[in-house]
């Protein structure tokens, strides 16, 4: 069973960067998928960020409202997964979630759908001001 806290969400200004952190326990931290989501109050949970690890290599994929603007990383020794995002707008407002599933086929596809992850932190909120 793998749990997830994520860590780092906070009231920031339009244009500034934030860094999320997902920390991971219970499993081995490579052989999952992990994601990042996140819910503006009254929408439905949207898809971020995935990252995974093929052969020892680092696949990532991103939303096309955050592409350019997010970076999703990794770090095995700590067990983190970070969300760095930058020139943040009001839009970019939500409470974001981390979420894993185990990896049978690392980097030969993307997984972007709820559903499709088995575990979830409680999240963390980001607000940004205009």
């Known amino acids: 069973q793998v749990q997830l806290v994520e860590s780092g969400g906070r009231l920031v200004q339009a244009g500034d960067s934030l860094r999320l952190s997902c920390a991971a326990s219970g499993g081995t931290f490579r052989k999952y998928d992990f994601g990042w989501f996140r819910q503006a109050p009254g929408k439905e949970r949207d898809f971020v960020a995935t990252i995974t690890w093929p052969a020892k290599r680092t696949a990532t994929f991103y939303a096309d409202s955050i592409k350019g603007r997010a970076t999703i990383s990794g770090d095995g020794d700590k067990a983190t997964v970070y969300l760095q995002m930058n020139s943040l707008t009001p839009e970019d407002t939500a409470v974001y979630y981390c979420?894993?599933?185990?990896?049978?086929?690392?980097?030969?596809?993307?997984?972007?759908?709820?559903?499709?992850?088995?575990?979830w932190g409680q999240g963390t909120q980001v607000t940004v001001a205009s």
């Open positions: 979420a894993a599933k185990r990896s049978y086929l690392p980097g030969t596809s993307y997984f972007t759908r709820v559903w499709e992850y088995d575990y």
